[in-house]
């Protein structure tokens, strides 16, 4: 089988390898699609993305879908995996006794691993990682079941969100594309700022009430234009790497209003209105990955189309071209990425 290899920053290998066998309580799974994400294109250039352990040669790809090809011993029948199976594989791996793994709470485990084997033809996996594909969803559209089940980890900690309200979502990439979707799901109004046109095409194609590009537009007066002059309700900052995103979410939500910090900055100390989040009895949200179960909420949103992925999806690259991909994909030109193996279905 063919896999790639992140050699060191900038350089990618694809490989021919011996194809795995699955061992006892594993099971082989043939790639369809791998999207590439942030965290990804962090890892490409050289940073080092929280919670990673960066040793090269490094395989990645953890936004993945494919089929199964063989199932190892020790697999329960209980478990329903069969040869031919359409899955997406959890690439957390929860040690399942801390005390967060023991209230369920698993993205948040103090002893987890991770896999990450997408940017490949096949991958093994535990059993207990795999989730069905409804039949209804394409493959390439359930390989978004990672980043929508973090998305939806995130909106999962929205508590009184007003109906008919007005959210923001800041930042139109995938990430921002998908909150907008959940957002509106829970009746909000959605302006999104973004400094990319194409985004912004997309995020009027999938339903946003108004979108705004800040190097020419006020979003300040934007939001209170469609809000009545008191703000936004919720705000999602879904831009990473720059510590002004997250301050202005603050100065743009409403008394009362709730902001998700879900694109990290990757920096351990930036300034912040403090006394606006105390005044205005603001409430900042963290989010962090996502639980296996959130997985079979994203995947039951794709299979009942309350969340649209297909405009998303700009750009294909078969494994092969994955160093051209990822140039690509950090030029922003596009919006999701994938890797795609192609007769996988």
Known sequence: MKVAFLQKPFEWTVEERPLPAPRAGEVLVKVAACGICGTDLNAYVGNNPRGWKI???????????????????????????RCGDRVVPDGRVPCRICYYCRKGQVNLCINQGYISGGFSQYTVYPYQNLVAVPAGVALEHAAFAEPLACVVNGNSQLVDVP????????????????????????????????????????ACDLGAEMVVNPHGQDLAAA??????????????????????????????????????YFAA?????????????????????????????????????????????????????????????????????????????????
């Open 163 to 202: 109906f008919a309200g007005v959210g923001v979502v800041l930042g139109a990439g995938p990430i921002g594309l998908l909150h907008m979707q959940m957002l509106k799901l829970r009746g909000l109004k959605v302006i999104v700022s973004e400094l990319k046109e194409n985004r912004l095409a997309a």
């Open 265 to 345: 900055v990757l920096k351990d100390r930036m300034e912040l209105s403090l006394d606006a989040i105390h005044y205005r009895e603001l409430r900042l949200i963290g989010s962090h990955d996502s639980t296996t179960a959130q997985y079979e909420t994203a995947l039951a949103l794709l299979e009942a189309s309350k969340v649209d992925v297909a405009p998303i999806i700009t750009h294909r690259f078969p494994l092969e071209r994955i160093g051209e991909a990822f140039e690509f994909a950090r030029s922003r030109e596009g919006i999701k990425v994938m890797i795609v193996n192609e007769g996988v279905e």
């Open 223 to 260: 939001v209170k234009a469609l809000s009545g002059g008191r703000g936004a309700d919720v705000v999602v900052s879904a831009a990473g790497g720059d510590e002004r995103v997250l301050d202005q979410a603050i100065s743009l939500a409403a008394k009362r209003g709730q902001i998700v």
């Open 55 to 81: 040793v090269y040669p490094l395989r990645m790809g953890h936004e993945l879908a494919g089929v199964i090809e063989a199932v190892g011993e020790g697999v329960p029948d209980q478990a329903g995996l």
